[in-house]
């Protein structure tokens, strides 16, 4: 059976964000880089002398291929407050907020890695300047700004059974690292000034931090998160009686 015409849904840049195609009554999608290609080669080609001018192409399918698209969303059907894999811990030790459970369109219910409960305090990041600055500092100043800020949350929230195998763990790996190279006064001076950096984090936000600090051991992180994950499940346990 023939073809039926290339059906194209443009974006109003220069380069379209992406292409259908439609053949043999399939949809497929087609890279910016390949539809603009071919766009070119066909603008050129009717610019060559001699090449009788085309007409003008029809564009009834590609205006209702666009209403259609823009007007569509998929919903979720599980209910908002769903307790998920990342909500385990809520509010303390949960993860970041789903942003597709906002909008209602996370797909992954209960096996989702982010919370989907309501959250009253809003995600501080770091800036560019900041992660650079964190991350270019030894693994004990780095850890030290860690401890001090857990300890605050420790205290300010009342975890500290919670956690006291979290916190015993991070006490051993700093006096490890004191003990291998003592820090200089300077290098503390450096820590305190700008422990400023990790305050406003909550304690889920400070754990997942720590996995992405590249000059902190991995099987320290490994340890961690392996204590932390079992207080999350503690949390979560004692919160359904």
């Not at 909008?103 to 009253?120: A, I, N, Y």
Request: net charge positive.
């Amino acid at each position: 059976s023939p073809s039926l015409p290339v059906v194209q849904i443009q974006a109003l840049h220069t380069l379209p964000m992406s292409s259908l195609e439609c053949r043999n009554a399939f949809l497929g999608l087609v890279s910016p880089r390949l539809w603009y290609a071919a766009a070119t080669a066909a603008r050129r080609s009717k610019s060559l002398p001699g090449n009788p001018q085309e007409k003008e192409p029809d564009t009834r399918a590609d205006d209702l291929l666009r209403r259609i698209t823009s007007s569509f969303a998929w919903k979720s059907d599980w209910p908002e407050d769903i307790s998920t894999s990342g909500s385990l811990g809520h509010p303390f030790l949960c993860r970041a907020p789903c942003i597709r459970a906002v909008h209602g369109t996370c797909m992954k219910g209960p096996r989702c890695e982010f919370c989907h409960r309501e959250h009253l305090n809003p995600r501080r990041k770091l800036v560019r300047q900041e992660q650079e600055l964190l991350e270019s500092m030894r693994e004990l100043l780095a850890l030290l700004m860690f401890q001090w800020q857990l300890e605050r949350l420790l205290v300010t929230h009342r975890l500290r059974d919670d956690l006291r195998l979290v916190l015993a763990v991070l006490e051993r790996r700093v006096k490890f690292l004191r003990q291998v190279q003592p820090p200089t006064p300077g290098e503390l001076r450096q820590a305190r000034d700008n422990q400023w950096i990790l305050r406003g984090f909550s304690f889920g936000h400070l754990f997942t931090s720590l996995q992405h600090w590249p000059q902190v051991s991995a099987t320290f992180k490994s340890e961690v998160k392996l204590l932390v994950d079992s207080a999350r499940r503690s949390m979560e346990m004692q919160r359904l009686g």
